[in-house]
């Protein structure tokens, strides 16, 4: 096969990636979901360096595709919201991954 055709099969492979999750942002807040077990709301705001708005934004579009589950709770009487990756986000995120690895393994080093 000829590297032109490597190059369009790559190319078509990038294609069938999971949208929600690529993109930046909800990529960085997934990531940091998949190796934790559960994370507030100001920790996902603080390592990723997005604002409040925006934050919620994107976890509405992650909720919506049940990749996250929000739960809201009191402590000592202070709201707070905590978030997890849901079995579907962890498995849309590790199919990603997978695509991601594969596009990459299959591009010319020349």
């Known amino acids: 096969m000829g590297s032109a ?3 369009l099969k790559s190319l078509n492979s990038l294609g069938e990636i999971d949208r929600l999750i690529h993109e930046p942002a909800r990529l960085m807040i997934i990531a940091y979901l998949y190796v934790v077990e559960s994370a507030d709301f100001l920790f996902i705001m603080r390592q990723t360096g997005l604002t409040k708005g925006n934050l919620s934004s994107h976890l509405s579009k992650l909720e919506a595709a049940e990749y996250i589950e929000i739960k809201k709770e009191f402590v000592h009487k202070i709201p707070r919201t905590f ?3 849901s079995k579907k986000g962890r498995k849309a995120f590790e199919g990603y991954q ?3 690895k594969q596009f990459f393994k299959d591009l ?3």
């Open 5 to 7: 055709e490597l190059d």
């Open 83 to 85: 978030l997890s990756l």
């Open 98 to 100: 997978t695509k991601m």
């Open 108 to 110: 010319p080093c020349d």
